[in-house]
């Protein structure tokens, strides 16, 4: 009885200790997040891409083992290197192995975090009154030139989608640069540019129409500053910019968005 | 005298090419045959008539390899391809109809079962290397099997190295006599002393292993610091595949990075020999001729793991046995192939690195361009101005044809993060004019180039260049100028380079992508 008290007590240990060794202790804190960038681009982004979306390692958004597997064994993965595929141990002190643990988690998992504060309903009236809707898709409708936002907040960080309207120039995702497409007939065509190669190009025009072009009528594309309003953040007073950041936080329907443009990987 | 003299002068091209490789209609050997030059002899395609190309057949293997990086061989009218290290197909060159299909690991008669397997795999591979009814082919597991040609029995099976040390097996072997030849790749990791092994294709046997970082007591040891041992985990691997000249009885391989630590050399000074080299090794007594170290103590993981090209040309007027090497660090290099003399080295692309490459064979190297912790701005970037993927070369232009990467990156002594902001990378097509190293024409690719170009060049006696890009599209180019002549869109990553080969009279094009095998030729009515 005494020895089965004992295997309990043991047991119970064993997993408070599994449980905390699980998680990250770093979690949730700015500061390694930070930190854990600066590693990451040094380390890391050669291979998995600057965004995390893979280059000529795997995308970390698609990665088993960033997506759902326990902090510990992403970290374990992180210090000792995949032998034998090209990924080389993170050496350093743990501490900044989970830094670069949390900061991946905050651009890879994305929905993960604590909700953004603020007034999801005051929000969506901001969003409608900016003007979103022409090019977003929220709630069943909205335009097609920009990316569907229907699950947004399970896609990108919440920090990824502040940058998206504070800065929105920073960052345009593959598939969303705005060109003006110059003719050999003397029109001209403006959209959002989904491929291209040294025979054809394919964009969204203004019009939401789908438009296909070869080489040989195209005399020019020209990039154009990106379509999002520039300065919307400027022009939002705080607690506007805070709802509408809150409105697309609760932007978590799981239906598929499609992955347009670029089979360039 | 005279006679003799002429008979001479007739006699020295076919000695550069082993008789092995003569049948135009064949493709026997990586890059075609013993010389890299990547040139098909066959003209039935050519300049004028390459717009009506057509595809033929395309084989989709089945099942999803990690990356098929592979050429194909063919001979007298069967395609021998691999799919990764685990699988490979022998396929009717006509029509693409499978006659064999191989999964390795398969029932090993002939040796002990391959080792567990799992993260070690290095499942990519860039295809067989073929002597008699004896195919060769690099698997996941480090090891290297001998398939029968005829119905893909497993003959003999050796294992290099323990992939548990990160070793792995990806280039094509390369046959020399009765030897066939395979390097190892891991270099990256900080645990591979690279070497280039030999074995008798009859039996396995290993005949000869040269290490590529020598040991306490070999010449070049002294390029590495004498107490801490940093030449153990050297680096220096062998992960492409090399050339031959029969003639000289001499093989050329090519090495990567130095190690531990590709990008923080404080471990390792000195020149760490001999890696990013190009080594020359007596053919059957792995002997060491002589060596020319590209990139004298590395710390941007410029491997030098790209094709040593053996010509035989005019230099300066004079006929010379020549080496052409189109390097990571952007430069284009000519080599006196009989000694290793340093002739020329010209950038191809864009460099921040180096002011030139003095006469004496070493580089200029400009100060503050080693990595920094804050990220040292270099072109180019870690990917190189080229890399592995085949060149070519064609004997009547004189042209040499990469594809290769305009574009530069951060150095950190723990690793490089690429630019795709400052400058924006760019790829192309570039065919070098041997004689001046100067690029004569330049393909561009369009659209977006952040990600690396794998795919290589094949030149035809019709005059063509062969080039894929990374989207997929094969494309055919003039070889004089660079113009456009025809382009296929495959729909599938391309990592590959073409290969050209000859069945019942009818010339075909391949080019292996991500998951098929496509092959295209003239239509029928055409010919």
Known sequence: MRARVWAGVFFCALLAAQGRRGANPLAADREPIASGATTYAARCAGCHGRDGKGGEAPSLHKSRIVMLSPDQRFFDVLKEGVPGVGMPPLTGPDAAIWEVVAYVQSIAKAGMGLPVPGDPHAGRAVFQEAGCLRCHIVEGRGGVLGPDLTGIALQSSSAAIRESIADPAARVSPGYRAVTVALADGRSVEGILKNEDNFSIQLIGMDGEPHAFSRAEVTAVKSRPSLMPLGLASRLSPEQFQNLLAFLDRQRAATARSEIGFQNY | ?527
């Open chain 2, 1 to 527: 005298m005279r006679l003799l003299a002429v008979l001479c002068a007739l006699s020295a091209p076919a000695q550069l090419i082993d008789p092995v490789f003569a049948n135009p209609a064949d493709w026997l050997s990586h890059d075609r045959d013993n010389t890299g030059q990547r040139y098909s002899p066959l003209r039935q395609i050519d300049t004028a008539n390459v717009k009506r190309l057509a595809a033929a057949w395309a084989f989709q293997t089945p099942r999803l390899p990690a990356r098929s990086e592979t050429t194909p061989l063919v001979r007298a009218g069967i395609m021998y391809v691999t799919v990764g290290g685990e699988e490979a197909h022998a396929l009717d060159a006509r029509t693409g109809r499978v006659i064999w299909s191989f999964q390795y690991p398969a029932e090993t008669p002939a040796g002990p079962p391959p080792p567990t397997r799992g993260l070690r795999r290095t499942n990519w591979n860039r295809g067989f290397a073929l002597s008699g009814n004896r195919l060769f082919m690099a698997t996941s597991d480090c090891s290297l099997i001998a398939l029968d040609a005829r119905n893909g029995s497993l003959l003999w099976r050796v294992q290099l190295a323990d992939p548990g040390l990160s070793y792995g097996t990806t280039a094509a072997p390369l046959v020399v006599k009765n030897l066939v030849l395979l390097g190892v790749r891991g270099g990256d990791t900080g645990t591979v002393r690279g070497f280039l092994d030999a074995y008798d294709v009859e039996t396995g046997k290993r005949a000869w292993r040269f290490d590529t970082v020598p040991g306490p007591g070999e010449r070049g040891h002294e390029t590495w610091p004498s107490q801490n041992g940093s030449w153990k985990a050297g680096g220096g691997a062998t992960w492409t595949t090399g050339t031959y000249d029969p003639a000289l009885g001499l093989i050329y391989w090519t090495t990567g990075n130095p190690g531990p630590d590709d990008y923080d050399g404080s471990n390792r000074a000195g020149d760490n020999l001999y890696s990013c080299s190009v080594i020359a090794l007596e053919a059957s007594t792995a002997k060491l001729q002589w060596h020319y170290q590209f990139t004298p103590h590395d710390v941007n993981d410029w491997d030098a793991n790209e094709v040593p090209m053996l010509v035989d040309s005019k230099w300066q007027g004079i006929p010379r046995k020549l080496l052409l090497h189109a390097n990571r660090n952007a430069f284009f290099y000519v080599l006196d192939r009989t000694n290793g003399e340093f002739l020329l080295g010209e950038p191809f692309a864009q460099q921040t690195w180096a002011r030139r490459i003095l006469p004496n064979g070493r580089p200029d190297r400009l100060p503050g361009t080693t990595p920094t912790t804050k990220g040292n701005y270099v072109c180019p970037d870690v990917h190189g101005g080229t890399n592995w993927q085949s060149p070519s070369w064609n004997p009547v232009t004189g042209l040499f044809y990469l594809v290769a990467r305009d574009a530069c990156g951060y150095f950190y002594p723990t690793g490089f993060s690429n630019d795709h902001e400052k400058i924006e990378p760019k790829q192309s097509v570039k065919a070098i004019d041997i004689r001046t190293g100067k690029v004569r024409w330049e393909y561009p690719f369009l659209g977006n180039q952040e990600l690396v170009a794998h795919a290589g060049t094949l030149s035809t006696a019709g005059g063509l260049v062969f080039v894929a890009g990374r989207d997929g599209q094969l494309i055919a180019l003039d070889g004089r100028d660079g113009k456009y002549l025809w382009n296929f869109n495959t729909g599938g990553t391309i990592r590959a380079s073409p290969m050209s080969y000859s069945v019942d009279g009818r010339q075909y094009i391949a080019i292996c992508t991500k998951t098929a095998v496509f092959a295209f030729a003239l239509p029928a009515f055409d010919r």
